[in-house]
Protein backbone atom coordinates (compact mmCIF):
# COMPACT_ATOMS: atom_id res chain seq x y z
CA UNK A 1 0.00 0.00 0.00
CA UNK A 2 1.09 3.86 -0.81
CA UNK A 3 0.62 6.75 1.01
CA UNK A 4 0.84 10.45 -0.06
CA UNK A 5 1.43 13.14 1.39
CA UNK A 6 0.61 16.75 -0.06
CA UNK A 7 2.42 19.71 1.40
CA UNK A 8 3.11 23.40 -0.04
CA UNK A 9 0.09 24.53 0.15
CA UNK A 10 -0.92 28.17 1.40
CA UNK A 11 -2.25 31.79 0.51
CA UNK A 12 -0.75 33.95 -2.25
CA UNK A 13 -2.02 37.10 -3.72
CA UNK A 14 -2.80 36.95 -7.09
CA UNK A 15 0.09 36.55 -9.41
CA UNK A 16 1.94 34.70 -6.85
CA UNK A 17 3.36 31.29 -7.32
CA UNK A 18 3.22 27.89 -5.16
CA UNK A 19 4.90 24.32 -5.80
CA UNK A 20 2.90 21.58 -4.46
CA UNK A 21 4.58 18.17 -3.70
CA UNK A 22 3.39 14.71 -3.50
CA UNK A 23 5.74 12.20 -1.22
CA UNK A 24 5.15 9.06 -1.68
CA UNK A 25 5.98 6.21 1.03
CA UNK A 26 5.14 2.64 1.48
CA UNK A 27 6.14 1.47 -2.32
CA UNK A 28 7.13 3.19 -5.16
CA UNK A 29 5.51 5.16 -7.76
CA UNK A 30 8.32 4.95 -10.25
CA UNK A 31 5.82 2.75 -12.54
CA UNK A 32 2.94 4.48 -12.17
CA UNK A 33 1.87 7.74 -13.80
CA UNK A 34 0.53 10.39 -11.30
CA UNK A 35 -1.99 12.74 -10.94
CA UNK A 36 -2.91 16.36 -9.40
CA UNK A 37 -7.10 17.12 -8.90
CA UNK A 38 -8.46 19.79 -7.30
CA UNK A 39 -11.80 20.74 -5.81
CA UNK A 40 -13.19 23.83 -4.66
CA UNK A 41 -15.92 24.28 -2.30
CA UNK A 42 -19.40 23.53 -3.51
CA UNK A 43 -17.64 22.28 -6.58
CA UNK A 44 -16.90 18.56 -7.89
CA UNK A 45 -13.11 17.29 -8.45
CA UNK A 46 -11.41 18.55 -11.12
CA UNK A 47 -8.64 17.46 -13.11
CA UNK A 48 -5.71 19.56 -12.92
CA UNK A 49 -2.58 17.72 -14.29
CA UNK A 50 -0.97 14.17 -14.66
CA UNK A 51 2.16 12.64 -15.86
CA UNK A 52 3.18 10.00 -17.46
CA UNK A 53 5.34 7.36 -15.31
CA UNK A 54 8.58 7.75 -16.83
CA UNK A 55 7.78 11.86 -17.02
CA UNK A 56 8.29 11.83 -20.49
CA UNK A 57 4.65 13.07 -20.95
CA UNK A 58 3.00 15.90 -19.43
CA UNK A 59 -0.86 16.88 -19.24
CA UNK A 60 -2.73 20.05 -18.19
CA UNK A 61 -6.67 21.00 -17.99
CA UNK A 62 -7.43 23.79 -20.27
CA UNK A 63 -7.75 26.49 -17.46
CA UNK A 64 -3.96 25.90 -16.15
CA UNK A 65 -2.40 25.45 -18.96
CA UNK A 66 0.58 27.95 -19.60
CA UNK A 67 0.63 28.58 -15.65
CA UNK A 68 1.49 25.09 -14.15
CA UNK A 69 4.03 22.39 -14.77
CA UNK A 70 4.03 18.80 -13.31
CA UNK A 71 7.42 17.09 -12.76
CA UNK A 72 8.37 14.02 -11.01
CA UNK A 73 11.50 13.09 -9.23
CA UNK A 74 11.14 9.66 -9.37
CA UNK A 75 14.86 8.81 -6.95
CA UNK A 76 12.75 10.96 -4.59
CA UNK A 77 9.61 8.95 -5.15
CA UNK A 78 7.82 12.51 -5.36
CA UNK A 79 5.53 14.43 -7.32
CA UNK A 80 5.70 18.19 -8.05
CA UNK A 81 2.89 20.80 -9.21
CA UNK A 82 4.37 24.24 -10.05
CA UNK A 83 2.15 27.01 -10.25
CA UNK A 84 2.62 29.98 -11.39
CA UNK A 85 0.53 33.50 -12.11
CA UNK A 86 -1.80 32.22 -9.81
CA UNK A 87 -5.53 33.66 -9.84
CA UNK A 88 -8.53 33.51 -7.52
CA UNK A 89 -10.59 30.99 -9.23
CA UNK A 90 -7.52 28.36 -8.51
CA UNK A 91 -8.20 28.35 -4.76
CA UNK A 92 -9.35 24.95 -3.88
CA UNK A 93 -7.81 21.87 -1.82
CA UNK A 94 -5.03 20.18 -3.96
CA UNK A 95 -4.70 16.34 -4.16
CA UNK A 96 -2.70 13.97 -5.89
CA UNK A 97 -3.44 10.80 -6.83
CA UNK A 98 -1.89 7.49 -8.35
CA UNK A 99 -2.89 5.82 -11.43
CA UNK A 100 -4.15 2.42 -11.26
CA UNK A 101 -2.12 0.09 -12.87
CA UNK A 102 1.58 0.33 -13.41
CA UNK A 103 2.66 1.57 -16.96
CA UNK A 104 -0.72 2.82 -17.63
CA UNK A 105 -1.29 5.84 -19.62
CA UNK A 106 -2.15 9.13 -18.29
CA UNK A 107 -5.90 10.10 -17.45
CA UNK A 108 -8.07 12.81 -16.69
CA UNK A 109 -10.67 11.05 -14.44
CA UNK A 110 -10.70 10.40 -11.51
CA UNK A 111 -12.41 7.42 -11.38
CA UNK A 112 -8.72 6.29 -12.69
CA UNK A 113 -6.70 6.58 -9.75
CA UNK A 114 -6.74 4.28 -6.79
CA UNK A 115 -4.89 6.21 -3.74
CA UNK A 116 -5.28 9.54 -2.88
CA UNK A 117 -3.62 11.89 -0.59
CA UNK A 118 -5.16 14.08 2.07
CA UNK A 119 -5.26 17.25 0.53
CA UNK A 120 -3.58 20.77 0.38
CA UNK A 121 -5.01 23.85 0.89
CA UNK A 122 -4.57 27.12 -1.81
CA UNK A 123 -5.92 30.05 -1.15
CA UNK A 124 -5.25 32.52 -3.59
CA UNK A 125 -6.36 36.03 -2.80
CA UNK A 126 -7.23 39.06 -5.16
Known amino acids: QVQLVESGGGLVQAGGSLRLSCAAS????????MGWFRQAPGKEREFVAA????????YYADSVKGRFTISRDNAKNTVYLQMNSLKPEDTAVYYC???????????????????WGQGTQVTVSS
Open 26 to 33: GRTISTYA
Open 97 to 115: ARRTGTYSYSSYSSREYDY
Open 51 to 58: ISWSGGST
